[in-house]
């Protein structure tokens, strides 16, 4: 089992930055790749943006690309999502995710409300 808790989330205005974090506990951080995904009013779920257990490769969808980082600390069991230049379309509940082999994104957290204003 794996606990992901989301923070960072917040208001801010178009153009601005925010760095989401995803703290987990439970079995190993380090043996995860982990994703970013977020869930916009009466819009499906969408990925953002993943890294591998290593954190050595990661890639984003093509909405975020050169505005969003996603980094993994593996000695601080947390994963950050920068994003930057933000804009009214971002506007969403972000959520991480931990990828299980064989099982796809299995442990979810609970997500933060990322609100971009124009």
């Known amino acids: 089992q794996v606990q992901l808790v989301e923070s960072g989330g917040g208001l801010v205005q178009a153009g601005g930055s925010l760095r989401l974090s995803c703290a987990a506990s439970?079995?190993?951080?380090?043996?995860?790749?982990m994703g970013w995904f977020r869930q916009a009013p009466g819009k499906q779920r969408e990925f953002v943006a993943r890294?591998?257990?290593?954190?050595?490769?990661?890639d984003y969808a093509d909405s975020v690309k050169g505005r969003f980082t996603i980094s993994k600390d593996n000695a601080w069991s947390t994963v950050y999502l920068q994003m930057n230049s933000l804009k009214p379309e971002d506007t969403a509940v972000y959520y991480c995710?931990?990828?299980?082999?064989?099982?796809?994104?299995?442990?979810w957290g609970q997500g933060t409300q990322v609100t971009v204003s124009s």
């Open positions: 890294i591998t257990r290593t954190g050595g490769r990661s």
């Open positions: 995710a931990a990828l299980v082999a064989g099982k796809g994104y299995d442990y």
């Open positions: 439970g079995r190993t951080f380090s043996g995860y790749a």
